[in-house]
C-alpha cells in the first residue's frame, strides 16, 4: 500500500490516468492540432518521392529448372553401367540447393560472363550501372596486373578524344589470366588524353577503350569503369543467390538472384543453369571416360598377346605340315579353354578390385575411381558401394569450399564418408577371397585337364597349347570390345540430370517498393503528428482547460472561464466594460450569487497554487463586478506577504491591514474609497515578518465583523494556499472560496494536492476559476467572443 506524508494526501486520479489515455481527449486534441497533418503528409510523400527518385533500384531475376530423379533407391548394376546415373542422395533436393549454391558452381558461372568490367554512367545524384549499352567497351590485358575496384571516370571531347581520369588512395592489382593478386598499389593520380582504340599501359592497368559505332558518346556525359575480379562478382552474386522448392516435396526448383543491372542479372542466371546442367553430365561423362580407360588398356595388353600368339600358330601350321587336331583333342582343348577363360576374367576383376583397394588407402579424390568395368551380379552390392562413395566425395569437395568445417552437415558428410571407405574396404576384401578361392578351384580343374592333354601325341599337344593360347586371348579380347562399345554407346547417351524449365526473366522490382513505401509514409505521416500530442499530453504537468481540471478534481465544480487578456489593462469590468473577459467576470458574479452562501453579505475567498496565477487579476475584476451591480463592495489586500492591490489602485502601500492587526491604526485609517462607485478597498500595509501570525489573531475576527456590517460583498485576495497557511485561515471567516488555476501555468500535481487537503478539511462552497485561457481556445465563450468583440 502507498504511503503518503502527514498533512499530505494523494492525488485522486481520473481513469484516464492510470496507465490509459482518454481517447475523447486525444481526438479533440488531434482535431484542434488538423494543421500538422497538413504539414506532415505533403512532407512524408514528398521525402517517398525523392527517395524512388534518386535511389538505384533494385531487380529480381527467376529461372524455374526441374531435377530428374528416380524412385528406385536400389539401383541395379546395370543402370550404373549403362545409364551413369547418381544417387538418389545426389538428387536429394536439400543436397542440390546447397550444390547450386556452392562457390565452385557460381564460380563457374561467373567465369562464363563477362563480368570483370563494370560500366557506369554518372548522374548528377546517383550513378547508374549500365551493361551492354555504354557508348564504348574496354578491352583488357587479361595478362597484365589490372587496379581493382577504383574508378576510371571519361568524358568524351568535342574533339573525338577522351579524357582519362583516375584518382585514389589506393588499392591492389589483379592478373585475371592466372587470378592472382600482384599487390598493393598505393596512391595513384593519373590523368591523360589519348585517342580511341589506343592502347593505355601503365605498372597498374593495361587496356584499350574502343568506340561503338551504334552509340554515341557526348561531350557532356561522363563515365566510369572499374576492374572487379571473378572471385569478388561471384561472392557478390552468392550472397543475392535464392535457391527454393516449388512446393514441399517438389523437385522443380526456382533460382532467383537481384541486384542492380537486370543485362547481368539475366547473364548470371542463364550461365548457372548452363553450369548446373553441365556439372552432373561432366560428372558421368569423366566415369565413363575413366572406365574406357581402363578397358583400353586391358585391350592393347591382349592384343599384342593375341597378334604373339596369331604369328606363333601360323609359324606351326607352316613348319609341320599341320592341318587339324583329333576330335579327342579338340574336346580337351575346349575344355582347358573354357577354364582359361574363366580364370583370366577373374584376374582382370581381381585387378580392379585392386585398384580400387589402391586408391583407399591413399585416400584419392572422386576422380581417381571409376566405374565397374566388368563385375557380375553378384559383387552389384560393392558397385553400388564405390557409386555412394564417389556422390559423396563429389559433394563434399563441392561444399567444402562454400562451408565452414564446423558446419554440422559437412562434418557429417565426412563421417559417412569415413564409413562408407570403411564398409567398402571390408566388402572389397571379401570380394577378392571370394575371386581367389575361385581361381583356386580352376587352377585345380586346369592341372587336371593339362594332365589329359599330355597324353596327347607331341606334336598334337603342341599345336592343342598354341591354338588353346590363342582362343583364350581371342575370346577376352572380344569380351572387352563388347565392353568398350558398351560403355561408349553409355557415354554417347548420357544426358543432364535436371532440365531448364523456365529461362531467365526479370520477374520484379525488390527496390523500392513504390506502393508499400508510399503506404507506410502515409501512415507514418498520420501516426507521427498523433504521435506528438500523445507525447506531449504524457509529458505535460500543466494544466490545460476544463478537461485537465475535471479530470483532477470532478467535486469542485468551475465557475468561471476568463480568456487571455492581451493588452496591459488590468481593471478590464471599467475600462474594457464589453469585452468577453469582462463579460466572463459578470458571469462568475451570477454564478457566486448561485452558491449557497446563506449570510446576508459574502466574504468571498480567492487564492490559488502559486504566485503568477492571476488571483489578484481576478479578485480586482470580480469586486469591480460586484460594486456596477449595486452592491457595497470592500476588497481586502491580505498577500501582505507580495501585496500588489496598492500599486493598482495608486496607494503606495499606506497604512493597511497589517497596521490594523498590529493595533498601529483603526479601521477607517485602513479603508479606503475608489473612483468607482460602491468600491473599497483596504490594501496590505506594510510588509509585516510574521503575516500568519497576524491573520491569526482575534484581530482579524474582529476586522471582519466589520466589515460585515459595513459591505454586501467582501473580496479577499490571499497569499497561494499551495505555499502558505494564510488563504486556509481566512477561509474560516469566507462563505465561498474561489480557486484560481492558470491555463497552461498550474501544475497538475500540486493544485491537486492543495485541492485535495481543502476538501478532506471540509472546506465547502469551492469553486475553481480557469485563467487566461488561450485565445484559440474557442471552446471556452467563442460566441460570446464574436458577439461582444
Given at each position: 500500500m502507498q504511503e503518503t506524508k502527514p498533512g499530505v494526501t494523494p492525488i485522486k486520479k481520473h481513469p484516464s490516468q492510470d496507465g490509459m489515455f482518454d481517447i475523447n481527449r486525444i481526438i479533440k486534441l488531434t482535431l484542434r492540432n488538423w494543421y500538422l497533418f497538413l504539414i506532415s503528409i505533403p512532407l512524408a510523400l514528398g521525402s517517398v518521392y525523392i527517395y524512388h527518385r534518386y535511389t538505384i533500384p533494385v531487380y529480381r531475376a527467376s529461372s524455374t529448372i526441374l531435377l530428374k530423379s528416380t524412385q528406385d533407391r536400389t539401383m541395379a548394376q546395370s543402370d550404373l553401367i549403362e545409364g551413369f546415373g547418381l544417387s538418389p542422395e545426389m538428387r536429394n533436393i536439400e543436397n542440390q540447393i546447397f550444390i547450386i549454391k556452392s562457390k565452385k558452381l557460381v564460380k563457374k558461372a561467373v567465369d562464363l560472363s563477362d563480368f570483370g568490367v563494370e560500366y557506369y554512367r554518372v548522374g548528377h545524384f546517383k550513378d547508374s550501372?549500365?551493361?551492354?549499352?555504354?557508348?564504348?567497351?574496354?578491352?583488357f590485358d587479361s595478362l597484365h596486373p589490372q587496379l581493382i575496384n577504383v574508378p576510371i571516370y571519361l568524358s568524351c571531347d568535342e574533339s573525338g578524344k577522351v579524357n582519362i581520369e583516375i584518382n585514389t588512395e589506393g588499392s591492389y592489382t589483379h592478373i585475371f589470366k592466372t587470378e592472382r593478386t600482384t599487390g598493393n598499389t598505393g596512391p595513384v593520380d593519373y590523368k591523360a588524353t589519348v585517342d580511341w582504340g589506343q592502347k593505355v599501359t601503365t605498372p597498374f592497368f593495361s587496356f584499350t577503350l574502343k568506340k561503338l559505332n551504334a552509340q554515341v558518346c557526348e561531350p557532356d556525359s561522363r563515365y566510369f569503369f572499374r576492374f572487379r575480379t571473378n572471385n569478388e562478382t561471384a561472392n557478390i552474386f552468392r550472397s543475392r543467390l535464392s535457391v527454393t522448392a516449388n512446393s514441399e516435396g517438389s523437385s522443380i526448383m526456382n533460382i532467383s538472384v537481384s541486384g542492380s543491372s537486370p543485362g547481368k542479372l539475366i547473364t548470371f542466371l542463364n550461365n548457372l543453369n548452363i553450369v548446373i546442367m553441365e556439372n552432373s553430365l561432366?560428372?558421368?561423362?569423366?566415369?565413363?571416360?575413366?572406365?574406357?580407360?581402363?578397358?583400353?588398356?586391358?585391350?592393347?595388353?591382349?592384343?599384342?598377346?593375341?597378334?604373339?600368339?596369331?604369328?606363333?600358330?601360323?609359324?606351326?601350321r607352316k613348319s609341320n605340315h599341320f592341318v587339324l587336331p583329333t576330335e579327342y583333342s579338340q574336346i580337351i582343348t575346349e575344355r582347358y579353354l573354357k577354364k582359361e577363360k574363366e580364370l583370366n576374367i577373374l584376374k582382370i576383376k581381381k585387378e580392379y578390385y585392386m585398384y580400387i583397394q589402391k586408391k583407399l588407402l591413399e585416400n584419392s579424390k572422386s576422380e581417381d575411381f571409376m566405374l565397374p568395368a566388368v563385375s557380375d551380379d553378384a559383387n552389384g552390392m560393392v558397385n553400388q558401394?564405390?557409386?555412394?562413395?564417389?556422390?559423396?566425395?563429389?559433394?563434399?569437395e563441392n561444399l567444402k569450399s562454400s562451408a565452414q568445417t564446423t558446419n554440422p552437415y559437412i562434418n557429417s558428410l565426412s563421417q559417412k564418408i569415413v564409413i562408407s571407405e570403411k564398409n567398402l574396404r571390408t566388402a572389397i576384401d571379401m570380394v577378392i577371397k571370394n575371386i581367389e578361392l575361385k581361381e583356386k578351384e580352376l587352377k585345380s580343374s586346369l592341372e587336371k585337364t593339362i594332365n589329359e592333354i599330355k597324353l596327347l601325341p607331341d606334336l598334337e599337344r603342341e599345336y592343342a597349347n598354341i591354338e588353346r593360347n590363342y582362343k583364350l586371348n581371342d575370346a577376352i579380347y572380344t569380351f572387352l570390345l563388347q565392353k568398350h562399345s558398351e560403355n561408349q554407346i553409355a557415354k554417347a547417351s548420357n544426358t543432364p540430370d535436371n532440365e531448364v524449365i523456365d529461362s531467365p526473366a526479370i520477374t520484379g522490382l525488390v527496390s523500392p517498393n513504390k506502393k508499400n513505401n508510399y503506404s507506410k509514409a502515409f501512415i507514418i505521416a498520420l501516426l507521427l503528428p498523433i504521435g506528438i500530442i500523445v507525447l506531449r499530453e504524457v509529458l505535460n504537468t500543466k494544466v490545460r482547460g476544463k478537461e485537465d481540471l475535471e479530470h483532477l478534481q470532478e467535486k469542485v465544480p468551475i465557475l468561471g472561464f476568463i480568456m487571455h487578456n492581451k493588452n496591459d489593462v488590468q481593471d478590464i469590468i471599467h475600462e474594457q466594460p464589453h469585452s468577453v473577459i469582462s463579460e466572463a467576470f459578470r458571469s462568475l458574479r451570477t454564478k457566486i450569487k448561485f452558491m449557497s452562501c446563506e449570510s446576508e453579505t459574502w466574504a468571498i475567498t480567492i487564492t490559488s497554487t502559486n504566485t503568477g496565477e492571476g488571483k489578484t487579476f481576478c479578485a480586482q475584476n470580480l469586486s469591480s463586478a460586484f460594486a456596477i451591480s449595486g452592491k457595497k463592495t470592500v476588497l481586502l489586500g491580505f498577500d501582505m506577504r507580495k501585496p500588489r492591490l496598492s500599486e493598482l489602485f495608486n496607494l503606495n502601500n499606506e497604512t493597511g491591514l497589517s497596521n490594523y492587526l498590529t493595533n498601529q491604526a483603526t479601521f477607517d485609517d485602513i479603508c479606503y474609497k475608489t473612483n468607482y462607485d460602491n468600491l473599497f478597498i483596504i490594501p496590505s500595509g506594510a510588509i509585516p515578518p510574521n503575516p500568519s501570525e497576524l491573520i491569526s489573531s482575534n484581530k482579524t475576527g474582529e476586522l471582519f465583523n466589520i466589515l460585515r456590517d459595513k459591505f454586501e460583498v467582501i473580496i479577499i485576495d490571499t497569499p497561494p494556499i499551495g505555499l502558505v497557511a494564510d488563504a486556509r485561515i481566512l477561509m474560516d471567516y469566507s462563505d465561498c472560496h474561489l480557486y484560481v488555476v492558470r491555463s497552461n501555468y498550474t501544475d497538475k500535481e500540486h493544485m491537486g494536492y492543495s485541492l485535495n487537503n481543502l476538501l478532506l478539511e471540509n472546506v465547502n462552497h469551492m469553486g475553481i476559476i480557469l485563467n487566461d485561457i488561450p485565445l484559440k481556445d474557442k471552446g471556452y465563450g467563442y460566441y460570446s467572443a464574436e458577439y461582444y468583440g
Open positions: 550501372e549500365i551493361y551492354h549499352s555504354t557508348p564504348f567497351i574496354v578491352e561432366e560428372r558421368k561423362n569423366d566415369m565413363a571416360t575413366r572406365t574406357l580407360s581402363f578397358i583400353n588398356s586391358q585391350l592393347k595388353k591382349v592384343s599384342d598377346t593375341l597378334q604373339t600368339v596369331q604369328k606363333e600358330l601360323l609359324n606351326f558401394m564405390i557409386m555412394q562413395l564417389i556422390d559423396l566425395k563429389d559433394e563434399y
